[in-house]
């Protein structure tokens, strides 16, 4: 295992977001909140301080969500994007073992009681 490995952020809208994705994650993961839409300042400061860590960008599906999205896909190509499925439309109501799937298949691990739908 190479320590130099780089950290993984998850970047989420809200608090509720990211209280949900904390419960599942299992493994250490920085979860950032952006708490809307942001400006090109406050993003850039975000950029720069996300250089060389793992960088996964978890909105909800709907109109706010995909214009963060666009200016994190502008601004921060390098970001990987997890969508939660439309049916769900936000991030804090996906039940949880429809984020860890997600979550999952980004390589990020997650505890094993949320893979089952029970």
């Known amino acids: 295992m190479n320590d130099s490995q780089a950290e993984k952020v998850i970047i989420v809208e809200g608090t509720s977001d990211k209280r949900k994705v904390k ?6 993961v920085e979860i950032i909140c952006t708490n809307g839409t942001m400006g090109i300042s406050k993003l850039d400061d975000m950029i720069d301080s996300l250089y060389g860590k793992d960088v996964y960008i978890l909105v909800d599906a709907d109109e706010a969500g995909e214009k963060l999205r666009k200016q994190f ?10 969508y939660i499925d439309k049916m769900y439309r936000e991030v804090a109501s996906s039940p949880e073992h429809h984020l860890a799937t997600v979550l999952l298949s980004a390589n990020i691990d997650v505890y094993a009681q949320y893979l089952d739908k029970g």
């Open 23 to 28: 419960n599942i994650v299992k493994e250490e």
């Open 73 to 82: 896909k502008r601004e921060f190509p390098e970001a990987e994007h997890l």
